[in-house]
């Protein structure tokens, strides 16, 4: 096919020999099969701002680190230099999370480079000559689901503990090649420790998940996985191999109520002495 004008820079460097096809096209971004020496990956060209939906954006971008405090300050001013940088985080995200995830042995494609908004990453393949199908265009047997489904509660504990919550998982981003599951689409993921939407987002992910899967086993639907992994993480407990039940039992001590205006009332009066003290300094003073 014709080279996309985005792709010609690579196709110029040699880091692409051949555009093979256009995958998809999607609200952030476009995706081609290119030739890469002997090996097929994917080509993400993420689209310019003006041309995407950022409504979420604000929820996902919390906690990623400006480069140096002029930025930073910049970013959070939203000046020009501002967005333009906090538009540059946005597009490093995916990049940056897909090396976390190999280091940590999360099942996700692998990147190859990053060049001027084109993503170059594994091609995840169905294992003869085509491309992976998605997990919501698969039909699977219960132990195939309940097989699944742990395979990829093991993988969000990886991220976790790598420090990142995928923030939109869905069977819509998750692929099925000959070996199982692969999280893919990962440009919203957020920081767990400096995010204050994590908690949702992980739970979410979790919950969407167990919904998918519980289709196919019904069992599934009564387990609680994501408030466990997060009450683990949150009390430091969390590991790769963290053994789970699936259960979830909230902390469950009743406030004593009484105690708890009397220590407010202390408070209160506490406070009025203060401003009494301050008054009567003002008046000494006069």
């Given at each position: 096919m014709k080279v996309p004008k985005r792709l010609q820079p690579l196709v110029d460097d040699g880091l692409i020999d051949e555009v093979v096809s256009q995958?998809?096209?999607?609200?952030?971004?476009?995706?081609?099969?290119?030739?890469?020496?002997?090996?097929?990956?994917?080509?993400?060209?993420?689209?310019?701002?003006?041309?995407?939906?950022?409504?979420?954006?604000?929820?996902?971008?919390?906690?990623?680190?400006?480069?140096?405090?002029?930025?930073?300050?910049?970013?959070?001013?939203?000046?020009?230099?501002?967005?333009?940088?906090?538009?540059?985080?946005?597009?490093?995200?995916?990049?940056?999370a897909l090396y976390r995830l190999a280091a940590a042995d999360v099942r996700a494609p692998r990147p190859h480079g990053f060049v001027d908004g084109v993503l170059l990453m594994d091609l995840i393949s169905d294992g003869e000559d085509g491309v992976a199908p998605r997990l919501g265009e698969v039909t699977l047997s219960p132990q195939q689901a309940r097989d699944y489904h742990d395979?990829?509660?093991?993988?969000?504990?990886?991220?976790?503990?790598?420090?990142?919550?995928?923030?939109?998982?869905?069977?819509?981003?998750?692929?099925?090649?000959?070996?199982?599951?692969?999280?893919?689409?990962?440009?919203?993921a957020v920081d767990a420790a400096g995010n204050n939407s994590a908690p949702m987002l992980l739970v979410r992910d979790v919950d969407n998940m167990r919904a998918w899967f519980g289709r196919f086993e019904?069992?599934?639907?009564?387990?609680?996985?994501?408030?466990?992994?997060?009450?683990?993480?949150?009390?430091?407990?969390?590991?790769p191999d963290s053994p789970l039940t699936g259960h979830f039992e909230p902390d469950t001590l009743d406030v004593d109520v009484m105690e708890l205006m009397a220590v407010i009332d202390d408070a209160r009066e506490e406070a009025e002495e203060r401003r009494e003290r301050a008054r009567d300094d003002l008046e000494d003073d006069d």
């Open positions: 995958l998809m096209s999607g609200k952030e971004a476009q995706v081609y099969v290119v030739r890469c020496g002997a090996e097929l990956r994917c080509a993400k060209v993420f689209k310019e701002a003006s041309q995407r939906s950022f409504k979420q954006a604000v929820q996902y971008q919390e906690g990623r680190k400006g480069r140096n405090s002029r930025r930073a300050r910049a970013m959070a001013k939203k000046t020009r230099y501002g967005q333009k940088e906090q538009e540059t985080a946005w597009l490093t995200s995916e990049v940056d395979r990829v509660i093991a993988d969000v504990v990886r991220m976790l503990c790598a420090g990142l919550v995928h923030g939109d998982l869905s069977e819509f981003n998750v692929l099925v090649d000959q070996d199982g599951p692969v999280i893919i689409d990962l440009p919203q019904p069992a599934l639907l009564n387990t609680d996985y994501g408030k466990e992994i997060w009450a683990l993480y949150e009390a430091g407990e969390l590991h």
